[in-house]
């Protein structure tokens, strides 16, 4: 729960900043003050009581063997046991009217058991209701009275007064009268000092739970622990009952109860910890009051917790409530929130009643009203409010962080989609320029040495018909790259459809059958990755394999087969093979055709090319024999590389 308020002048001069922080200080203790005068007069205030004709205050006491006459409200003297209890009798007139109604007998208040007789028949005992045995808890007792005990004219009522201490005894005025009249009073005040704390002390206990998981997720903020180990402790003693002897769970009930100076050793560690300060070695004194407490239930008798009780965790309780109510005075001062005010508040009524509550024990009220215990779910509700206020902050942050966030984010977003723009443009640009570059390549190195071969057969003064091979030969040059830039989606199997008509129509002025087989369903693969100058590579070298069957082997039949092949790998790859039946010729150790110069560097040119696509060649002949003839087998990469640097 460390938050810090802004400062709203920081860089202030020294005189300035302190006349500013004397000006908050006398605000924030206007504002105690306002809180302590609307506690006292709140206390001041009676609750509703029953009509003063039915009001019994005379009594004769008899204690110790003495007897005298008294007037409540009383206050016995300190007795730390039960045995020969001082004595109140009195009398009371009961109309023959009011025979018809049942009458009760009402005791707002009384220090620390009681035992109400009338006419001799006890009609209430309230050390059956362990509730009514603490003396904080100030609870009202009410029994109606049987009809067959009462008669009309005066009636006899007795009450016993068993104390047992810390504090001294306490008989306040007692009402007895028609029970509906006396019922409202009793009921308000059971809802105000019963019924209120279990529903404080439900919450307290809920809260308790909240903080220690809010402690458990953020264990860098011990006060969370603090904090619910606090309200946990306050949780026992408020459901725990007074032993009224020695059971096997007594001296734990003895130990939990009295353990107001551990609960206020830990809300003060809370707020000490809420103010920024860190745990000292030394810190563990505050707690010495609780752990002797603790002791002397452990291995004392009742009569010395009640007694040690007194001199121990009442001033132990007031201290730290100073403390706090300086530590967050402090903390308001410097860092002005709303959790720092609500806990100064909260702190200063407790404080009060706190006082209030001693006065009260010294004798010097009237009435034995004890409202410390009931004052701490102020507490209870500024820790809520915090814990809320601080919450909704949070939220707030977040949602803002969570705005500026979606803004920053749409602003990257947008230059994302801006950069994204641009580099698809110059990557749209580079490949258009590397297209161009390769077009212009491809014709230069085939449309352009033939139209060279063009020009010079004309300046030489040949015939036609070699300008006219050489044109057509430009022309199908021509067609190639232009057919090559066509989109095929992969399929080269489209490209060798068209390279296959323009195969058989190079064949048949030689009688050159061409004989095609895909022995594969599929043909060959579909490669998405596939580029023109791929394609473009690979229908020239399947080019150059047939022009050199043409020109050189003398064959009669060409057969180029089309098939997929699983590699050692387990991936498909395509193969194209073209084998004639011509004469062959020898290979020479290098791969290089043996006394053929020309068809040595086309072999050269036709490997150069399956390199630059990844692929692989393979070129057998046979001059001799049944097998004799030629055969190149082009077998795929699985993956075309995307640019001609395979070509090494």
Known sequence: MNDHGDDAQPDLPGRERRRLQTSRLVQYL??????????????????????GEYQVTAFRLSESGAERAVTLPYFSSLRHAMNDPPRFAGQFIRPASEAARAWSVFLPRFTNGVEVTVNGVVILDSRRDPAANRPDRNT????????????????????????????TGFLDRIWVGPDELLRPSYNLRTLIFVTLPVVFSSWQAILAVILGIMWV???????????????????????????????????????????????????????????????????????????????????????????????????MVGLSLLIIAVVTARSMLKRRNVASLLLGCAVTIMLT???????????MMPNRIFTARLSYSAMLVAIGA??????????????????????????AEE??????AREEERARAAALARERTRLMRDLHDGLGGQLVSIVALSERGNGSAPIGDAARAALKDLRLVIDSMDDIGGDLMLALGSWRERAMAQLRPHDIALDWRAVTPQGLPVHPELRPWHVIQIVRLLDEAVTNAVKHANARRITVRIETLAGADGLDRGCITVEDDGTGFEIAPDGAA?????????????????????????????????????????????RFPDSDGAAG
């Open 415 to 420: 230059k994302l989609k801006a950069s994204f």
């Open 594 to 638: 043996a006394g053929a110069i020309k068809a040595a560097r086309g072999l050269r040119n036709m490997r150069s090319r399956a390199a630059r696509c990844g692929a692989e060649l393979e070129l057998s002949s046979c001059a001799q024999g049944t097998d004799q003839g030629t055969r190149v087998r082009l077998t795929l990469p699985h």
């Open 140 to 167: 009202a007792q009410i029994a109606v009275i049987p009809a067959s005990v009462l008669h009309d004219g005066a009636n006899d009522v007795s009450i016993k007064l068993f104390i047992w201490g810390p504090i």
């Open 30 to 51: 206007l504002l105690q003050a306002l809180i302590v005068a609307a506690c006292i007069f709140a206390l001041r205030q009676s609750l509703p009581e029953p009509p």
């Open 386 to 411: 915090g814990l809320t206020w601080r919450f909704a902050r949070a939220l707030n942050e977040v949602d803002g962080f969570a705005s500026r966030l979606v803004t920053q984010v749409r602003e």
């Open 353 to 363: 009643c706190w006082v209030v509550d001693l006065l009260s024990v010294f004798q």
């Open 217 to 315: 997720m953020r264990r860098h903020e011990p006060a969370y622990g603090v904090l619910a180990a606090a309200m946990a402790v306050g949780v026992g003693q408020a459901f725990l009952q007074t032993p009224m002897g020695e059971t096997p769970f007594s001296r734990l009930n003895v130990i939990l109860i009295s353990s107001a100076p551990i609960e206020s050793g830990l809300v003060l560690t809370f707020a000490l910890l809420f103010s920024g300060w860190k745990w000292q070695r030394y810190g563990w004194i505050i707690f010495i009051p609780g752990v002797l407490l603790a002791l002397a239930g452990l291995f004392g008798s009742q009569a010395m917790v009640r007694a040690l009780f007194l001199y121990l965790a009442v001033p």
